[in-house]
């Protein structure tokens, strides 16, 4: 794993946005996408730059269950708003939060993930450590599943919601196992609330009660973050 300390959110950024170009002219073609407010930043550098990833397929982490995409907090309406308007991959897929069945929808998403390779996976980190959706407990080698949020979940992700009431409780979430399946990982932690669980992933031990320290395992992983630790 490598660490690289930038204390300047927007070097951090432009740094991610380079992660990226350099991973597309070393060949890669299929994309891991995240969401949350730390990937605002990053996707705006994307946009601002000439990346062009029309030639390239994305899939991204994760979907609520329950939500209309065409709901402005859906996952889908984020990357649409944050990424996809302006630079278009040939093919984007998330997963259906609108399925009738969410646990078959979550099992044809791994399907679809096990049919391909993951280049490159963009992460964030979750106040708790989780990954993806991928909460305390949850056992690294599980795929792609419906998950029941954590309470702390909820309540980090209301400030995008008019209320925790409107927070869905379960969304579908590739697993550990899917996200470790990756050639190339990038982690971006930022800001001070995300201390203990990048604290875990660089000096703690590998426990799924963190779900980042999964990554420990991982051959390729660069983790750029403001905190030094
Ligand atoms: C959500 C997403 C995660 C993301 C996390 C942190 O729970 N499912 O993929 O890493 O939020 O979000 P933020 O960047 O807003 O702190």
Not at 67 to 87: D, G, I
Not at 112 to 118: P, R
Not at 135 to 149: K, R
């Amino acid at each position: 794993m490598k660490l690289e300390v930038i204390s300047n959110l927007d070097e951090l950024y432009t740094r991610g946005m380079e992660l990226f170009k350099e991973a597309k002219e070393n060949g890669a073609k299929t994309f891991g996408l995240a969401t949350g407010g730390t990937m605002i930043p990053l996707y705006e550098k994307i946009c601002a730059s000439d990346l062009d990833f029309s030639t390239c397929e994305s899939f991204n982490l994760d979907e609520y269950v329950g939500l209309p995409a065409t709901h402005t907090e859906s996952y889908v309406s984020f990357m649409k708003k944050h990424l996809f308007n302006q630079k278009p991959f040939a093919k984007s897929t998330l997963p259906n939060g609108e399925a009738k069945d969410a646990k078959a929808e979550a099992a044809a998403y791994e399907q679809k993930l096990q049919a391909t390779t993951l280049d490159f996976q963009l992460l964030g980190i979750g106040v708790n450590g989780h990954i993806g959706f991928n909460e305390p407990g949850t056992p690294f080698d599980a795929p792609t599943h419906v998950v029941t949020l954590t309470e702390s979940t909820r309540e980090a992700n209301a400030r995008f919601f008019h209320s925790i009431n409107e927070v869905p409780t379960e969304a579908i979430t590739m697993g550990i196992s899917s996200i470790l399946r990756a050639k190339q990982i990038v982690l971006i932690a930022v800001g001070e609330k995300k201390r203990a669980a990048l604290e875990a992933l660089i000096h703690g031990e590998k426990t799924i009660d963190v779900p980042v320290t999964a990554l420990q395992d991982h051959a390729n992983v660069i983790v750029l973050t403001d905190l030094t630790i």
